[in-house]
């Protein structure tokens, strides 16, 4: 009896090895979603449709394949997605990442675009106005982004902004401080609109893409935020940002609302597309940055 007992043990133990070493399936990044890039530990594959495009070293995105009827990825897409939304044909489509780097924006230095005043931007405090020609504090300079020039909510389906842009077929001088309205087109914010000022130019963005400024969103390459606000502040992920609202309490209080904003009015969306056309700008935006073009 004590023979059979101890094969027993061991047949059981094998099988428990055996079920541990099984593959496990990996869930596949979603379209738009962060698929790659140095730090990063979820899913490297996309879903059906989607390719990993790289961006830079941090962080590559799932684009939508030239061909999409491309049945070689994972098809787990989960069934709960939002539905499109329905846009006029005056609209073009985008894609949309975060960021918040501190940095003086690349419409606050003159002669970028035909407009009353270059982006404000401000002293260490994030308050106090500094020359239009001093350096980003990301240079070694004394200029950086205004703490007022973060995201907020003006009802449930409507939010003021900013961004760093590139659209197709235009240039700096079209696009710095003129107003878009984005209206998403995905993920749990489908249907909302975001009215965002464009104060920035990013040299690494794609096609028709607009790089939401939101606090915690990610200090990018170049990092003034740890030189703007000195102390033990946590910016979360150097691409990507915090993770969780509770996250939020670890910046400085004064761009603590934009970081809450992410996780209420966005509802952490993660990279949604949206459909994007210019407006004209409301005052409240322009109100931050002085700058209105002619």
Not at 36 to 42: C, F, P, T
């Given at each position: 009896m004590e023979e059979i007992k101890r094969l027993m043990f061991k047949i059981i133990i094998i099988l428990l090895i055996s079920l541990l070493n099984l593959p496990r399936a990996t869930p596949?990044?979603?379209?738009?979603?962060?698929?790659?890039?140095?730090?990063?530990?979820?899913?490297?594959?996309?879903?059906?449709?989607?390719?990993?495009?790289?961006?830079?070293?941090?962080y590559s995105q799932c684009l939508p394949s030239s061909d999409s009827s491309s049945s070689s990825s994972p098809t787990t897409i989960k069934t709960t997605q939002s539905p499109s939304v329905i846009v006029d044909d005056s609209r073009q489509h985008g894609v949309t990442t975060r960021y918040w780097d501190c940095c003086k924006a690349s419409c606050g230095w003159a002669g970028k675009a035909s407009v009353t005043n270059p982006v404000k931007t401000c002293a260490r405090d994030g308050i106090t106005s500094v020359d239009v020609n001093a350096q980003s504090g990301c240079n070694g300079g004394s200029a950086y982004m205004c703490s007022n020039q973060q995201p907020w909510n003006v009802s449930s389906s409507l939010s003021y902004g900013y961004a760093a842009a590139y659209i197709t077929n235009q240039r700096e001088s079209d696009w710095c401080c003129a107003c878009y309205s984005l209206i998403f087109t995905s993920g749990p914010v489908v249907g909302k609109e975001l009215i965002v000022q464009v104060t920035n130019t990013g040299g690494d963005l794609g096609k028709n893409h607009f790089d939401l400024q939101m606090p915690g969103g990610g200090v990018g390459l170049f990092d003034g935020c740890s030189s703007q606000f000195i102390g033990s502040y946590s910016w979360g992920d150097r691409y990507g940002g915090v993770r969780t609202r509770s996250d939020c309490d670890k910046l400085p209080a004064s761009v603590r609302a934009g970081c809450f904003w992410r996780f209420d009015w966005f509802k952490n969306a993660d990279n949604p597309s949206m459909s994007f056309k210019k407006v004209t700008c409301p005052p409240a935006l322009t109100a931050n940055t002085q700058c209105i073009r002619k």
């Open positions: 596949c990044a979603a379209l738009y979603g962060q698929c790659g890039g140095k730090e990063w530990k979820g899913s490297t594959q996309c879903c059906s449709g989607s390719t990993c495009t790289f961006g830079n070293d941090y």
